[in-house]
């Protein structure tokens, strides 16, 4: 079944195109990574998909339903590159509101963030303000809210951004221990070695277009690593 | 259609957990309570103007009068300030892309919006008319329930602010969005001045001296479609001083700023449908 169908998608800035007529797949479960260069038109995708801003043409779902209604929405984890929390917030309060949000009763919601701080090793800090936690902090918090609800899909912007490499390591243990869950993951990131080691598939996209979509094991056959390929294919 | 409601009220009450906080909000706050303070002298009775005692109930009202326009421009000036940079807070805090990342709609959150902002707008307002009201109640032992009847009316002016900045801001820099929206309440209170001027006998003897009276008819016209929150103000008033209601022209002003809010609000929704969340 798909989780994420883009349908001749194309996204125009005035004469430049962010997306070029771009069309792609995710089957639920499937962990998949979306690799490109910075301005390559990952980030557009996924705020697309989020319907943060309309395609000029070409369509997008989630679980079958048009992007476009608050109902695609519905089982949707998304942590933002760069997330942000309101500073007079803790992150405890910014948990509960998320979770408030998506109609989760207050008990449930407690026990929620109680899990999800534990999971993402904020424990002790959660009651600080979030104008005094480091970047690295608010991208687990931003971690955090994603997982609340217990989505089917998480959409995640270059989630270890700001993250040091035990905060790397530990958000990549925390995805592979969703990978039992049946969880979806659409995951943007620079970061090649990780993505190898997470996900299952990837497509590379440069300057708007999508250059391939496949396999990771596919991809990097001969002893190439995820690097070398995506250095082949965007490099032309 | 309850989850409708309830993402709706949620949205507008972290909208009004988020402005309590805001400097602008306690500014105006530590003013009014000082302006309040001010007012409890005047509220003691017993006024004398060259040996002669005034009557008490007479000045009251009037003095109840100019405070209740004080309060009311002043609340206006507040609604005005929290309402420009909502939107750009909101975004640049992450809360624009955390609420519409959730299965809620754009109009749900532009609804909570200005229902968080006009409630606590109003709630505001109404506390410091109600301490008026209190003061004079116990002081003079005069009871004017009307007071705050007519603070509830100018609430209809508070919406047509949050509406019209929260609009405009989405259109042009925070601060030009508050200053035109301001603007459109001075030009209101001075053109209903100018016009009560105009209704004087020295102002009728006048125009016909200089024989410009179908130049004002054409001036009334623009003075009728102007958004009417001075009309408003001078209705709800009305209800202070008990001159009572004068049928249509009573009721105009409430059909003017009606309409002036669901032309802004379909305007507002329709503009932020087509933002581009960051």
Redesign the interface.
Same mark, same amino acid.
């Given at each position: 079944m798909l989780m994420i169908k883009l349908n001749t998608v194309t996204k125009k800035y005035g004469s430049f195109a962010a997306v070029n007529n771009v069309s792609f797949s995710v089957e639920t479960g499937e962990y998949f990574a979306l690799l490109g260069p910075n301005g390559a038109g990952k980030t557009t995708i996924v705020k697309m998909l989020l319907d943060f801003t309309q395609p000029t043409s070409g369509s997008l779902s989630i679980n079958s339903i048009p992007s476009t209604q608050a109902a695609s929405r519905t089982a949707i984890g998304y942590m933002a590159e760069n997330h942000r929390i309101p500073p007079h917030l803790s992150g405890w309060q910014y948990l509960q509101r998320c979770a408030e949000l998506l109609n989760i009763s207050r008990s449930d919601a407690t026990d929620q963030c109680r899990r999800i701080v534990r999971q993402i090793g904020m424990e002790g800090r959660e009651n600080s303000k979030a104008r005094t936690y480091s970047r690295g902090m608010i991208q687990r918090f931003g971690m955090g809210a994603a997982l609340l609800g217990n989505p089917k899909l998480l959409l995640l912007d270059e989630p270890t951004s700001g993250l040091d490499p035990i905060g790397i390591r530990e958000i990549r243990q925390l995805l592979e221990s969703l990978k039992d869950q049946g969880m979806t993951i659409f995951l943007n990131s620079h970061l090649l070695s990780e993505v190898e080691k997470i996900c299952d598939n990837a497509a590379i996209i440069n300057q708007g277009k999508l250059l391939v979509k496949d396999n990771i094991a596919a991809l990097i056959k001969n002893g190439d690593t995820l690097e070398d390929v995506f250095v082949r294919l965007v490099k032309g | 259609m309850s #989850?409708t409601r +309830? +993402?709706i009220i @949620?949205i507008a009450k972290?909208t009004i957990v988020?402005q309590v @906080?805001q400097k602008s909000f306690i500014m105006m706050f530590v003013i009014c309570a000082l302006f309040i303070l001010l007012v409890r002298n005047c509220s003691q009775g017993g006024f004398i103007v060259n040996g002669q005692t005034l009557d008490d109930d007479a000045v009251i009202r009037v003095m109840l009068k100019a405070v209740f326009h004080m309060i009311a421009a002043g609340t206006m000036l507040l609604a005005g300030l929290l309402s420009m940079r909502v939107f750009k807070r909101d975004r #640049? #805090?992450?809360?624009q892309?955390? /609420?519409? +990342?959730?299965? /809620?709609?754009r109009w749900q959150y532009v609804a909570g919006k200005i229902l968080g902002l006009w409630v606590l707008s109003v709630v505001f307002m109404f506390i410091l008319h109600s301490v008026v009201f209190i003061m004079i109640s116990i002081h003079l032992k005069v009871v004017s329930p009307e007071y705050l009847m007519a603070s509830l009316l100018s609430s209809f002016n508070l919406f047509f602010v949050v509406v019209a900045v929260l609009l405009f801001s989405l259109l042009m820099p925070d601060i030009i969005a508050f200053l035109c929206v301001m603007g459109i309440g001075i030009v209101s209170f001075v053109a209903e001045g100018i016009v009560a001027a105009s209704q004087s006998q020295l102002g009728q003897a006048m125009l016909q001296q200089s024989g410009s009276a179908s130049d004002v008819s054409r001036w009334k016209v623009i003075y009728y479609l102007w958004p009417k929150l001075s009309g408003i103000q001078q209705v709800a008033s009305s209800l202070i001083s008990r001159e009572g209601f004068h049928g249509f022209l009573s009721i105009y002003p409430f059909i003017n700023i009606l309409i002036y809010c669901l032309i802004l609000g379909a305007l507002l929704f329709w503009r932020f449908r087509?933002e581009?969340?960051?």
């Open positions: - | #989850e +309830s +993402s @949620r972290y988020d @906080r #640049e #805090e992450g809360m892309s955390c /609420i519409l +990342s959730k299965p /809620i709609t087509h581009d969340i960051i």
